[in-house]
């Protein structure tokens, strides 16, 4: 699945405003049978956006209309548990490009940013703020811009930068996975053999 590339974005979210959100209840283990990275978006929270018998449970998040956008926004400690990538694979086949979050578990933010997802993290008063203003009106948008490192609230113009290392930050700006990077130095690997 080629990677999309990555400058800016700017739109509305989804709060799922729950720490410690584990690999497992981002994607039930029941659900890993593919290995493939598409239809996991489907189960994304699944034992958290249905009941027993399959309804959608109105009051979870993503079954309220009224949040809408490629964000997610989570309390602290995004992503702990085990390792499964497919976490990953879920939150982005979903629609999201982005995660914000107070802190990330370093498998997850890893696995994220493997597969075109931008883990923002930000400082825990940056994220109530988001929190606050999303209480005040669903709507409020976002602006995450990766060549800056920064996320900013746009109806009250709060910002904060982000770290993202610097060779992942060129994969997801040129649409780029590990293999695409290599490619792309190829006329610098001839160079280099014809040189030696």
């Known amino acids: 699945m080629p990677i999309p590339k990555f400058t800016t974005l700017r739109c509305g979210t989804v709060p799922v405003k729950i720490e410690n959100i584990d690999t497992d209840q981002i994607i039930p283990a029941r659900f890993l049978k593919a290995v493939e990275r598409k239809g996991f978006g489907d189960n994304l929270f699944r034992d958290w956006r249905y009941d027993a018998q399959g309804a959608p449970i ?7 209309k009224r949040y809408k956008g490629e964000i997610l926004v989570a309390s ?21 490009k982005v995660v914000v979050s107070s802190f990330f578990a370093d498998i997850f933010k890893n696995n994220a940013l493997n597969n075109g ?16 203003e999303l209480e005040r009106d669903r709507a409020a948008q976002l602006e995450v811009d990766l060549g800056r490192q920064t996320i900013a609230i746009v109806s009250t113009g709060e910002k904060c930068s982000f770290e993202i290392d610097s060779y992942k930050k060129q994969c997801l700006t040129n649409g780029y996975d590990d293999v695409d990077y290599l490619v792309s130095l190829r006329p610098e690997i001839d160079s280099y053999e014809a040189a030696h």
Not at 79 to 84: A, F, I, L, M, T
């Open 58 to 64: 109105e009051a979870f998040p993503l079954n309220d």
């Open 76 to 96: 602290k400690n995004f992503g702990c548990g085990s390792s499964r990538e497919h976490a990953a694979w879920a939150i982005y086949d979903y629609g999201f």
């Open 117 to 132: 997802l931008l883990p923002v993290q930000v400082s825990e008063e940056f994220l109530a703020a988001i929190f606050k």
